[in-house]
């Protein structure tokens, strides 16, 4: 009698149209002081409605948000996942997420903001909603969330920023990048080599006889080979042949999306 007794004072207070003061206990006939309503039960549990949720942002099914309002969510669309969930007036905070720690990363397929996860994009943190902003300055995220767009992550140096980004794709060589090493070699015969020449005259002597003058030419030939001695140097060039094209530091890699939880 008590447990119908107890349902048929709820009713009236609820839907009598009067104000009354005091606790409205379920099951119980000493509900606690410090609430509106107790549910009591050893073998059942509370169930709320039941609704397919649209977004985080979205009231629908419902036609607006309502403060304070909660329901279980059955959809599981990418958008929002399934799970409990009250409205803060503007958007829907899951409850069942209350154990992730705010900046934590992620990897996934999503490829929008989902369940508190923002995506790494580089975006101002002003753009984000109130709670998620300040979350994000929390973690030291005062301007913009980073851009993880075609970058890997790495563990940060004692004096690099939180979230900032660095590094290359690609490299090219440069002499210092090359070994230290220096090239010996020796020439054939330390150098010394002959040269060998054909003279063919062509001036005039003067063979005179008593004292006269008889000019003739001389068109004597000859094969001569100049000394051996002549050691020298050549300065010489290679080239390389190359393009200067960039080394790809690209590793064989899946691509997904990355994401900083900042909570609902």
């Known amino acids: 009698m008590k447990r119908i007794h107890?349902?048929?004072?709820l009713a009236i207070t609820l839907f009598g149209g009067n104000i009354l003061n005091g606790q409205v206990g379920i099951n119980t006939s000493d509900p606690n002081q410090q609430s509106l309503l107790e549910l009591y039960s050893t073998n059942t549990g509370f169930l709320p409605p039941r609704l397919a949720l649209v977004s985080i942002t979205?009231?629908?099914?419902?036609?607006?948000?309502v403060k304070g309002m909660m329901v279980y969510n059955i959809t599981n669309n990418g958008a929002i996942s399934e799970g409990l969930y009250v409205s803060n007036g503007t958007e829907w905070l899951c409850l069942s997420t209350a154990g992730i720690p705010v900046g934590h990363v992620k990897y996934g397929v999503q490829t929008s903001d989902h369940n508190?996860?923002?995506?790494?994009?580089g975006r101002a943190v002003s753009s984000l909603p109130s709670s998620a902003q300040s979350n994000a300055v929390s973690i030291g995220f005062a301007t913009n969330i980073p851009d993880a767009n075609n970058k890997y992550l790495k563990a940060k140096t004692g004096a690099e920023v939180l979230g900032a980004s660095g590094g290359n794709t690609t490299f090219s060589l440069v002499q210092a990048n090359l070994p230290s090493m220096t090239f010996n070699g020796t020439a054939l015969t330390a150098g010394s080599h002959t040269h060998t020449y054909?003279?063919?005259?062509?001036?005039?002597y003067n063979a005179g006889t008593n004292g006269g003058v008889n000019n003739q030419a001389d068109n004597t030939s000859g094969t001569y080979t100049t000394g051996s001695a002549g050691s020298h140097t050549h300065t010489f060039s290679v080239g390389t042949g190359g393009t200067n094209t960039p080394v790809s530091i690209n590793p064989k890699n899946?691509?997904?999306?990355?994401?900083v939880y900042l909570g609902q």
């Open 6 to 9: 107890t349902i048929i004072t």
């Open 58 to 65: 979205s009231a629908a099914p419902l036609s607006q948000h």
């Open 116 to 121: 508190g996860w923002y995506l790494l994009n």
């Open 198 to 204: 054909t003279d063919r005259g062509d001036t005039t």
């Open 254 to 259: 899946i691509a997904l999306n990355i994401f």
